[in-house]
C-alpha cells in the first residue's frame, strides 16, 4: 500500500464516516500534503514511511506559513485525525500529534 492509497482512504473517512463537507474535505487532505511534505513522505512511497512522522515534524507543520494560533489549532487537528486515521487502519502505532 502507497501513501496515496492513505490519503485516498482517509478522504472516504471524512465523506463516509464523519460527513465533512466537500470544502473541508479538501482543506484536511491539503493540510495532509503540507504535513507530508514538511515530513519529507512522498505520496509514492510505502505507506510504511508514515512511522517516520514524529512529534517535531508535526510541530514544525504547524508552524509552517500562516503560523496565527487558529491556523496552528487547525493543523494540529488535520495532524492528529489523519494520524489518527492511520492508527485505525493499522498503519502506524503512535500518534505522534499526542505529545503536542
Known amino acids: 500500500m502507497k501513501v496515496r492509497d492513505v490519503l485516498g482512504g482517509f478522504e472516504d473517512y471524512l465523506k463516509e464516516r464523519k460527513r465533512f463537507n466537500p470544502n473541508s474535505i479538501i482543506a484536511y487532505i491539503s ?24 512529534t517535531a515534524d508535526v510541530q514544525k507543520y504547524m508552524i509552517s506559513g500562516n503560523s496565527s494560533s487558529r ?16 492508527i485505525m487502519e493499522g498503519i502506524i502505532t503512535d500518534n505522534p500529534a499526542d505529545n503536542i
Open 31 to 54: 493540510d495532509v500534503y503540507i504535513l507530508l511534505d514538511t515530513a519529507e513522505i512522498s505520496e509514492k512511497l510505502s505507506a510504511k514511511n508514515l512511522s517516520s512522522i514524529g
Open 71 to 86: 491556523t496552528q489549532r487547525r493543523k494540529w487537528s488535520t495532524a492528529a485525525k489523519f494520524l489518527g486515521y492511520c
